[in-house]
């Protein structure tokens, strides 16, 4: 009987030490679920706040500003949360390193008063990257009000946002229930239009194309200025273009291949950095095999990148100073100063001087003039004929390029893409 009371008594002596050893665990295990919850949620505010600082920085370096350092911070401490936050400029890239501390809980008791979590981002200004730019330049840049441009070179004509028209327009337009199938576009007086999708295109009434829309033909056609001119481009005499017709436009060689301009729209072309500042070869006026090859590849319906140009020069742009000195007055180009991309061209005149890549929507392309906006514009002027090529479309904002992280942007001239790269 006492051997049985001896060992009643030691095993109520192991519960308890069992007991004391599973509230040490159970307190473990509550300091590992609320502190190490807590260091996942800093991880995750850290990081947060390095990326929106990284971006915010790089965007600056895209504008050309010298305070991408502290608006970097400013981003991630005051607009994300971070405790502290240090930036470093390097080029064109930001680099961010945030941190978050908060008080911990139980792992106080192990001597751990304060939770510590860091994180790094890396963003930069790049050049953007694509496939679908179309061996056509154009010499006029939208103003959206948002770029660098002086209002008075813009064409004084609006852009469209793709957020706007893109469930419209996009089959492929996720989610799904987004499709819309009409979208209200304010023209440049502030009146609010109703449009509609017809086919690829984009009407008013199912008859008039919005007015920011740029038709290209095969001729040199211009809007009238102060009585010299072609084409009646201010419809409602209020100063400003609702209809551009042709302009200064013309074929480009994307490479200093000059064999085959069509190449650039039948083949797969390699994909390639779209850098400003580069001076390509182009040929005077539209070829109709390069918009019948448009038409055959179902260009129409689809966002392409056009080049925009500000200079136009006759003679080798390398030898001829004049040329670029031209291309780099300011205003109404912000100031540049990096040596202009000569290894593209070819001797072939006229030579561009590409500043940036526009995304366009093209609505429509026509051999014979059949698209909407050019037999609209013949109803304004009788004397345009009917046979002609014609590529219409809308320019586009808000619509990001991909970028390519190994080429930095120079200067942005709505070419750079501003993309974290860590």
């Not at 609010?192 to 999708?197: A, G, P, Q």
């Not at 740029?214 to 273009?241: A, E, H, M, P, R």
């Not at 448009?294 to 990148?305: D, W």
Request: hydrophobic share 40%.
């Amino acid at each position: 009987m006492k051997k049985f009371l001896i060992k009643n008594k030691l095993e109520t002596g192991q519960v308890i030490l069992l007991v004391v050893l599973m509230i040490f665990v159970i307190i473990g295990m509550v300091a590992l679920i609320l502190d190490g919850g807590s260091i996942m949620s800093n991880r995750r505010t850290a990081q947060a706040a390095a990326d929106a600082g990284a971006l915010a920085g790089a965007q600056r370096v895209c504008l050309g500003k010298s305070d991408a350092k502290s608006v970097a911070e400013y981003y991630a401490t005051v607009n994300n949360n971070a405790t502290s936050a240090l930036a470093t400029v390097i080029e064109q890239c930001v680099i961010v390193e945030a941190t978050v501390e908060h008080p911990s809980f139980f792992a106080k008791i192990f001597g751990e008063q304060t939770l510590v979590a860091s994180a790094e981002a890396i963003a930069g200004c790049y050049a953007a990257s694509g496939k679908s730019v179309i061996p056509m330049t154009w010499r006029c840049w939208p103003n959206d009000n948002e770029g660098p441009f002086n209002e008075e070179y813009g064409c004084e004509v609006q852009t469209l946002s793709w957020k706007l028209i893109g469930p419209m327009v996009d089959p492929n337009w996720v989610p799904s229930s987004e499709r819309v199938p009409s979208v209200f576009i304010s023209d440049s007086d502030g009146n609010k239009l109703e449009y509609f999708m017809n086919n690829t295109n984009i009407l008013y009434n199912n008859k008039i194309p919005p007015e920011q829309i740029y038709i290209i033909f095969d001729s040199t056609k211009i809007c009238i200025k102060d009585g010299v001119g072609d084409i009646q481009c201010d419809l409602d005499g209020d100063g400003k273009n609702e209809l551009q017709l042709g302009g200064n436009r013309g074929l480009l060689y994307l490479t200093a291949d000059t064999n085959n301009i069509t190449k650039w729209i039948t083949d797969d072309h390699p994909d390639f950095s779209l850098k400003s500042h580069i001076w390509l070869s182009g040929k005077s006026g539209i070829e109709v095999d390069v918009v019948i090859a448009m038409v055959t590849e179902g260009f129409p319906g689809k966002v392409l990148l056009i080049p925009i140009y500000n200079e136009l020069c006759e003679n080798d742009p390398e030898t001829d100073s004049a040329c670029v000195v031209s291309a780099h007055a300011s205003p109404p180009w912000p100031y540049f100063d990096g040596v202009d991309d000569f290894s593209e061209t070819s001797n072939q005149t006229p030579y561009y001087h590409i500043i940036a890549f526009a995304p366009f929507y093209m609505s429509c392309v026509s051999k014979s003039g059949d698209c909407p906006g050019y037999r609209y514009a013949q109803t304004i002027n009788s004397e345009l004929k009917n046979n002609v090529p014609v590529v219409e479309g809308y320019f586009l904002s808000n619509l990001p390029l991909s970028p390519d992280s190994s080429v930095y942007c120079d200067i942005n001239l709505g070419n750079c893409t501003v993309s974290l790269s860590k």
